[in-house]
Protein backbone atom coordinates (compact mmCIF):
# COMPACT_ATOMS: atom_id res chain seq x y z
CA UNK A 1 0.00 0.00 0.00
CA UNK A 2 0.82 3.74 -0.75
CA UNK A 3 2.32 5.43 2.35
CA UNK A 4 2.14 8.85 2.84
CA UNK A 5 4.84 10.72 3.50
CA UNK A 6 5.55 12.46 6.96
CA UNK A 7 3.94 15.82 7.76
CA UNK A 8 3.96 17.84 10.95
CA UNK A 9 0.17 18.64 11.81
CA UNK A 10 -0.47 22.36 11.27
CA UNK A 11 -3.84 24.59 10.67
CA UNK A 12 -5.13 26.75 8.35
CA UNK A 13 -3.07 29.75 7.83
CA UNK A 14 -6.69 31.51 8.99
CA UNK A 15 -6.86 29.92 12.28
CA UNK A 16 -4.20 30.23 14.69
CA UNK A 17 -3.60 29.44 18.31
CA UNK A 18 -1.19 30.30 20.98
CA UNK A 19 2.30 28.81 20.95
CA UNK A 20 1.94 27.01 23.91
CA UNK A 21 -1.38 26.03 23.52
CA UNK A 22 -0.92 24.19 20.13
CA UNK A 23 2.36 22.74 21.42
CA UNK A 24 -0.34 21.06 23.89
CA UNK A 25 -2.58 20.19 21.04
CA UNK A 26 0.14 18.73 18.70
CA UNK A 27 1.35 16.31 21.16
CA UNK A 28 -2.31 15.24 21.79
CA UNK A 29 -3.19 14.96 17.78
CA UNK A 30 -0.14 13.11 17.52
CA UNK A 31 -1.56 10.12 19.71
CA UNK A 32 -4.89 10.66 18.46
CA UNK A 33 -4.48 10.37 14.92
CA UNK A 34 -1.43 7.69 14.51
CA UNK A 35 -4.17 5.76 16.91
CA UNK A 36 -1.53 5.46 19.96
CA UNK A 37 -4.71 6.64 21.56
CA UNK A 38 -7.77 4.64 20.32
CA UNK A 39 -11.14 5.15 20.36
CA UNK A 40 -12.66 5.05 23.83
CA UNK A 41 -9.55 5.21 25.65
CA UNK A 42 -8.43 7.88 27.73
CA UNK A 43 -6.05 11.00 27.21
CA UNK A 44 -2.97 11.46 29.59
CA UNK A 45 -4.19 13.46 32.93
CA UNK A 46 -4.00 16.74 33.53
CA UNK A 47 -0.74 16.69 36.14
CA UNK A 48 0.81 13.82 33.34
CA UNK A 49 0.55 16.37 30.35
CA UNK A 50 1.43 18.93 32.44
CA UNK A 51 4.65 17.57 33.87
CA UNK A 52 5.34 15.83 30.40
CA UNK A 53 5.14 19.41 28.26
CA UNK A 54 6.28 21.83 30.88
CA UNK A 55 2.95 23.63 30.28
CA UNK A 56 0.40 25.01 33.13
CA UNK A 57 -3.09 23.52 33.48
CA UNK A 58 -4.65 26.70 31.65
CA UNK A 59 -2.85 25.48 28.60
CA UNK A 60 -3.78 21.41 28.74
CA UNK A 61 -7.19 22.49 29.47
CA UNK A 62 -7.39 24.89 26.76
CA UNK A 63 -5.94 22.57 24.24
CA UNK A 64 -8.45 19.85 25.14
CA UNK A 65 -11.26 22.22 24.90
CA UNK A 66 -10.22 22.57 21.45
CA UNK A 67 -10.33 19.08 20.80
CA UNK A 68 -13.70 18.69 22.16
CA UNK A 69 -15.37 21.83 20.10
CA UNK A 70 -13.57 19.42 17.64
CA UNK A 71 -15.87 16.27 18.23
CA UNK A 72 -12.49 14.01 18.57
CA UNK A 73 -12.21 14.36 22.20
CA UNK A 74 -14.97 13.66 24.83
CA UNK A 75 -14.69 15.29 28.10
CA UNK A 76 -16.67 15.00 31.59
CA UNK A 77 -15.56 16.49 34.99
CA UNK A 78 -14.31 13.66 37.58
CA UNK A 79 -13.78 11.02 34.35
CA UNK A 80 -11.28 12.35 31.99
CA UNK A 81 -11.11 13.01 28.67
CA UNK A 82 -11.98 10.05 25.98
CA UNK A 83 -11.36 9.94 22.18
CA UNK A 84 -14.33 9.77 20.06
CA UNK A 85 -15.07 7.88 16.94
CA UNK A 86 -14.08 9.39 13.20
CA UNK A 87 -18.14 9.66 12.76
CA UNK A 88 -18.46 11.80 15.78
CA UNK A 89 -15.56 14.37 14.66
CA UNK A 90 -16.38 17.72 12.96
CA UNK A 91 -14.88 16.75 9.68
CA UNK A 92 -16.09 19.45 8.13
CA UNK A 93 -14.17 21.65 9.57
CA UNK A 94 -11.36 22.91 8.01
CA UNK A 95 -8.86 22.51 10.76
CA UNK A 96 -9.92 19.04 11.25
CA UNK A 97 -10.11 18.20 7.42
CA UNK A 98 -6.19 19.95 7.27
CA UNK A 99 -5.30 18.01 10.31
CA UNK A 100 -6.78 14.41 8.78
CA UNK A 101 -4.74 15.00 5.50
CA UNK A 102 -1.55 15.03 7.01
CA UNK A 103 -2.30 11.87 9.14
CA UNK A 104 -1.96 8.32 8.64
CA UNK A 105 -5.69 8.11 8.79
CA UNK A 106 -6.02 9.80 5.43
CA UNK A 107 -6.45 6.90 3.52
CA UNK A 108 -9.00 5.77 5.69
CA UNK A 109 -11.45 8.68 4.80
CA UNK A 110 -10.16 9.35 1.05
CA UNK A 111 -13.10 6.88 -0.27
CA UNK A 112 -14.95 8.79 1.80
CA UNK A 113 -14.14 12.30 0.20
CA UNK A 114 -14.61 10.83 -3.32
CA UNK A 115 -18.10 9.42 -2.47
CA UNK A 116 -19.60 12.68 -1.84
CA UNK A 117 -17.63 14.22 -4.34
CA UNK A 118 -19.68 11.98 -6.81
CA UNK A 119 -22.77 12.98 -5.24
CA UNK A 120 -21.91 16.56 -5.27
CA UNK A 121 -19.76 17.96 -8.06
CA UNK A 122 -21.76 16.45 -11.35
CA UNK A 123 -24.64 18.06 -9.99
CA UNK A 124 -22.42 21.52 -9.40
CA UNK A 125 -21.18 21.24 -12.71
CA UNK A 126 -24.70 21.07 -14.60
CA UNK A 127 -25.69 24.47 -12.14
CA UNK A 128 -22.51 25.95 -13.21
CA UNK A 129 -23.07 25.22 -16.97
CA UNK A 130 -26.44 26.76 -16.68
CA UNK A 131 -25.72 29.94 -14.05
CA UNK A 132 -22.06 30.37 -14.54
CA UNK A 133 -20.78 33.71 -15.92
CA UNK A 134 -18.44 34.50 -18.55
CA UNK A 135 -16.14 35.57 -16.01
CA UNK A 136 -16.33 32.49 -13.85
CA UNK A 137 -15.27 30.14 -17.06
CA UNK A 138 -12.30 32.60 -17.90
CA UNK A 139 -11.37 31.91 -14.13
CA UNK A 140 -11.77 27.98 -14.52
CA UNK A 141 -9.84 28.10 -17.90
CA UNK A 142 -7.05 29.94 -16.02
CA UNK A 143 -7.13 27.27 -13.41
CA UNK A 144 -6.91 24.82 -15.80
CA UNK A 145 -3.71 26.09 -17.04
CA UNK A 146 -1.65 26.43 -13.91
CA UNK A 147 -2.95 22.87 -13.28
CA UNK A 148 -1.49 21.87 -17.05
CA UNK A 149 1.36 22.57 -16.13
CA UNK A 150 2.28 20.02 -14.12
CA UNK A 151 1.40 17.40 -16.45
CA UNK A 152 5.71 16.30 -16.52
CA UNK A 153 6.58 17.90 -13.13
CA UNK A 154 3.61 18.14 -10.60
CA UNK A 155 4.43 21.46 -8.38
CA UNK A 156 2.39 23.71 -5.54
CA UNK A 157 1.14 25.97 -8.46
CA UNK A 158 -0.19 23.19 -10.25
CA UNK A 159 -2.07 21.69 -7.55
CA UNK A 160 -3.29 25.09 -6.41
CA UNK A 161 -4.61 25.31 -10.12
CA UNK A 162 -6.10 21.67 -9.46
CA UNK A 163 -8.12 22.63 -6.79
CA UNK A 164 -8.80 26.49 -7.71
CA UNK A 165 -11.02 24.81 -10.90
CA UNK A 166 -12.83 22.58 -8.65
CA UNK A 167 -13.86 25.57 -6.34
CA UNK A 168 -14.62 27.90 -9.01
CA UNK A 169 -16.82 24.92 -10.33
CA UNK A 170 -18.29 24.86 -6.99
CA UNK A 171 -18.81 28.55 -6.70
CA UNK A 172 -20.59 28.54 -10.16
CA UNK A 173 -23.40 26.65 -9.12
CA UNK A 174 -24.56 29.38 -7.91
CA UNK A 175 -25.28 27.62 -4.29
CA UNK A 176 -24.17 28.96 -1.22
CA UNK A 177 -24.01 25.80 0.43
CA UNK A 178 -22.19 23.90 -2.68
CA UNK A 179 -19.50 26.52 -2.59
CA UNK A 180 -19.13 26.25 1.29
CA UNK A 181 -17.60 22.79 0.54
CA UNK A 182 -14.33 24.37 -0.98
CA UNK A 183 -12.30 23.43 2.54
CA UNK A 184 -13.22 20.06 1.32
CA UNK A 185 -12.23 19.80 -2.03
CA UNK A 186 -8.80 21.22 -0.99
CA UNK A 187 -8.16 18.12 1.11
CA UNK A 188 -9.39 16.24 -0.95
CA UNK A 189 -7.28 17.15 -4.33
CA UNK A 190 -4.26 17.68 -2.08
CA UNK A 191 -4.42 14.19 -0.24
CA UNK A 192 -4.87 12.34 -3.56
CA UNK A 193 -2.16 14.23 -5.49
CA UNK A 194 0.16 13.12 -2.32
CA UNK A 195 -0.79 9.68 -3.03
CA UNK A 196 -0.46 9.74 -6.75
CA UNK A 197 2.57 12.19 -6.63
CA UNK A 198 4.70 9.85 -9.11
CA UNK A 199 2.11 8.76 -10.89
CA UNK A 200 2.73 11.52 -13.08
CA UNK A 201 1.96 9.63 -16.69
CA UNK A 202 -1.40 10.01 -15.46
CA UNK A 203 -1.82 13.24 -15.34
CA UNK A 204 -1.98 14.31 -18.62
CA UNK A 205 -5.17 12.14 -18.85
CA UNK A 206 -6.71 13.68 -16.66
CA UNK A 207 -5.52 17.42 -17.80
CA UNK A 208 -7.92 15.85 -20.93
CA UNK A 209 -10.46 14.88 -18.72
CA UNK A 210 -10.55 18.67 -16.99
CA UNK A 211 -10.82 20.29 -20.05
CA UNK A 212 -13.65 18.29 -21.44
CA UNK A 213 -15.73 18.99 -18.09
CA UNK A 214 -14.77 22.87 -19.00
CA UNK A 215 -15.90 22.98 -22.64
CA UNK A 216 -19.09 20.94 -21.19
CA UNK A 217 -19.67 24.03 -19.11
CA UNK A 218 -18.72 26.74 -20.91
CA UNK A 219 -20.99 25.01 -23.88
CA UNK A 220 -23.91 25.21 -21.57
CA UNK A 221 -24.65 21.75 -21.79
CA UNK A 222 -25.61 20.38 -18.27
CA UNK A 223 -26.12 15.89 -18.76
CA UNK A 224 -22.90 16.35 -20.68
CA UNK A 225 -21.30 18.52 -17.55
CA UNK A 226 -22.87 15.81 -15.03
CA UNK A 227 -21.28 12.75 -17.83
CA UNK A 228 -17.60 14.52 -17.94
CA UNK A 229 -17.07 15.70 -14.12
CA UNK A 230 -17.92 11.68 -13.49
CA UNK A 231 -15.04 10.93 -15.51
CA UNK A 232 -12.50 13.14 -13.63
CA UNK A 233 -13.63 10.97 -10.14
CA UNK A 234 -13.72 7.68 -11.75
CA UNK A 235 -10.12 8.66 -13.20
CA UNK A 236 -9.13 9.50 -9.48
CA UNK A 237 -10.44 5.97 -8.44
CA UNK A 238 -8.53 4.19 -10.96
CA UNK A 239 -5.15 5.59 -10.18
CA UNK A 240 -5.54 5.42 -6.47
CA UNK A 241 -6.29 1.47 -7.25
CA UNK A 242 -3.44 1.19 -9.26
CA UNK A 243 -1.39 2.10 -5.94
CA UNK A 244 -3.18 -0.52 -4.09
CA UNK A 245 -5.74 2.10 -2.19
CA UNK A 246 -8.36 0.46 -0.26
CA UNK A 247 -11.46 0.70 -1.36
CA UNK A 248 -15.15 -0.95 -0.72
CA UNK A 249 -16.74 -3.12 -3.13
CA UNK A 250 -19.48 -1.19 -3.28
CA UNK A 251 -18.24 2.29 -4.15
CA UNK A 252 -15.83 0.49 -7.21
CA UNK A 253 -19.42 -1.23 -8.34
CA UNK A 254 -20.68 2.32 -7.71
CA UNK A 255 -17.92 4.07 -9.90
CA UNK A 256 -17.54 1.56 -12.41
CA UNK A 257 -21.26 1.91 -13.13
CA UNK A 258 -20.57 5.61 -13.75
CA UNK A 259 -17.79 5.49 -15.69
CA UNK A 260 -19.71 3.66 -18.43
Known sequence: MTEL???TYSSPANIKHPKVRWQVIEHLLHQVLSQSLK???????TTDLCSALGVSRTAVREAISVLVSKGMVSSKQGEGSTVQPLSSWMLLDPEVLCWLRESDMAISIIEHLLEIRLIIEPEAAALASIRGSMEQFMAMSEALGRMSTGESLRTPESTQG?????????ESSGNIFLSRLRDLCMVSVELIVRLTFEKVESVSVSI?????LLEAIRSRKPELARQEARRVLCKTVHDLQDLNIPFRRDILQYFEAESK
Open 5 to 7: RPY
Open 162 to 170: DIDFHNIIL
Open 208 to 212: DNHQR
Open 39 to 45: VGEQLPG
